[in-house]
Every structure is written in structure tokens, then in C-alpha cells.
């Protein structure tokens, strides 16, 4: 026999044992080994099919988290926007509420009013309501707030109209410090062009004066009724016998966060015949009964 031939049928006999051979409870030796081989490739390939399956699956549940919170930013929005919106729809239902209750304690008529503009040359001395000429508006007929004197009336158009805030360093009113006919701290009072102050003069530097004392419309103008309230005092300059008070005073309205105002239907007081016939300076010297010197 020739060597190739003894191997090969050592090779084959050795093959025949090998299959033929059993472990422990009777599996074949080859089919032991067989199942460790394809163990041995199926688990590396089980694995890196588990994590790309898991990174898939992960990547899809991250996205839909994002998604999720997307909505839940946009939902926390629009509930933002709903509250803001209900906030401002109580402070106005507040401020009208305030403005009727001034309607109904005024002894004028009152016509409530929105601020839709500022003059941007003068933004916080002179605003434009909603009101015009065809809601009875008229020139100089006082504005007010449920806190106090906001200004007049300067300019009307048939559906808008102007107001100078006290605050215009060109207005100017009658005032007393405390209730009329209990004091005798009479001064004028005019704008600063500040936007929480104006300043009341002339007022005797004999009379004492103390921040925090509150001061209101006298009528002496003509155009503005008694009694408004015109705001507090925060700051005394004294005077003296011979110099009067320089009075520093916080408006009572809030004239630089208002939105609604309230315009006050006031008329002059027509003035008797013999006191429009005079000349200004005449009219504190001359009794309607005196004649012409």
C-alpha cells in the first residue's frame, strides 16, 4: 500500500470515530462540537445585531422624546399667551370698573376713553384717545382717572382727540394744598416735563407746608372743576416771609402706565356780563354796582 493511501484511510477511520463517538447522555461528539462552533460565530453575530436593533430602537424613542418635548414647549406657550391674556383682560376689567365707579361718584358726566398714541416728540406730555367731536368732546375739558387729574383737552378731531398731561411744561392750574376753604396755601401748579412731577409756586413761604399733604384743583383756571385731586407732595423748597415755596408734587394719576381715562363733560361757568367787559386787571378792583372812575 502506498503512504497516501494508509492516511487517507487512517483520516477516514479517524472521521468514522469521531462521528460515531457520544458524550455523557448519548449527543454525538460532532454535533457538540458543531454546536460550539456555530455558538462560537452566532453569538459575536447576536450581539452587534442586538446593538445596532437597540441604537435603532433608542434613537427612534429619543426622537419621539424630542418631538414630545417640542409639543410640551409649544403647549407651555400657548398657555403662557392664554394667562398673559386673561392677566390683562382682569387688570381691564379692573380699570373699567374703576372708571365707572368715578362715573357714578362724579357730579359730571364722564366718558370713558382708550389711549391709542403718544406724540413722540413729547412722550409722556401729551396722548390720543378715542373720543372725538361726535362723542361730545369739546377743547379743554378736563381728563381724570380714578387716581386723580390727568389733563385737558388741546386739540379734537371727529373720532380722536388730544390731551397735555399737567405734566406739559407749558400747562398750568389753580391749587390749593389740602380742601378748599380749610386752606389758604393757594398756588399754581405746572408741568416740569418730568414724567412724575410737577411743581406748585407761588404759595406763601409764612404758610407751613409738609411732604405728603395733598393737593387739589381750586377753579380759579376756568377750566378745571374744584376739587380734583392733583397728587402729593414729595419735596418743599421753603421760603420765607417775602419768598414763597417752591413745592415739588407726585401726579396722582398714573400717567405713565394709563390705558383708559375718563373725560369729564365739564362746561365754563358762563361769566356775568360786567366781568367779560373788564380787563383782567380790573376785575379785583370793581364791584358790578361801581361806575368808571
Do not use: C
Not at 109 to 127: C, Y
Not at 134 to 158: K, S
Not at 163 to 176: E, N, P
Not at 250 to 260: F, T
Amino acid at each position: 500500500m502506498t503512504p497516501w493511501l494508509v492516511i487517507f484511510l487512517l483520516l477516514g477511520n479517524f472521521i468514522l470515530m469521531v462521528f460515531n463517538a457520544r458524550v455523557e447522555g448519548g449527543e454525538r461528539v460532532i454535533k457538540v462540537w458543531a454546536l460550539t462552533v456555530a455558538d462560537f460565530v452566532q453569538s459575536p453575530v447576536t450581539t452587534i445585531s442586538s446593538s445596532v436593533s437597540n441604537y435603532f430602537i433608542s434613537f427612534a424613542e429619543l426622537r419621539s422624546a424630542q418631538d414630545e418635548n417640542t409639543q410640551l414647549k409649544e403647549r407651555v406657550q400657548e398657555l403662557e399667551v392664554e394667562i398673559k391674556g386673561r392677566s390683562d383682560l382682569e387688570a381691564e376689567n379692573e380699570r373699567l370698573r374703576q372708571l365707572l365707579d368715578l362715573k357714578e361718584k362724579s357730579k359730571y358726566r364722564v366718558l370713558t376713553a382708550r389711549i391709542i398714541g403718544r406724540d413722540p416728540s413729547a412722550w409722556f406730555n401729551s396722548a390720543v384717545i378715542n373720543r372725538g367731536s361726535l362723542d361730545g368732546v369739546a377743547l379743554n375739558m378736563p381728563v381724570v382717572t380714578d387716581g386723580g387729574l390727568v389733563g385737558r383737552i388741546t386739540a379734537v378731531g371727529p373720532l380722536t382727540a388730544q390731551v397735555d398731561l399737567i405734566t406739559h411744561d407749558k400747562s398750568g392750574l389753580g391749587a390749593v394744598i389740602g380742601e378748599i376753604g380749610n386752606s389758604n396755601a393757594l398756588g399754581v401748579v405746572s408741568g416740569t416735563g418730568k414724567t412724575d412731577l410737577v411743581e406748585m409756586r407761588y404759595v406763601s413761604g409764612s404758610i407751613e407746608v409738609q411732604p405728603g399733604q395733598v393737593v387739589f384743583t381750586t377753579g380759579q383756571d376756568g377750566i378745571y372743576p374744584d376739587g380734583l385731586k392733583v397728587g402729593e407732595i414729595v419735596e418743599v423748597i421753603s421760603g420765607s416771609a417775602t419768598v414763597p415755596h417752591r413745592i415739588f408734587i407726585r401726579p396722582a394719576a398714573g400717567l405713565g402706565s394709563m390705558q383708559e381715562v375718563g373725560i369729564l363733560l365739564y362746561e365754563q361757568p358762563q361769566k356775568p356780563d360786567f366781568e367779560r367787559s373788564l380787563a383782567p386787571g380790573e376785575r379785583t378792583t370793581r364791584r358790578p354796582d361801581s361806575s368808571p372812575q
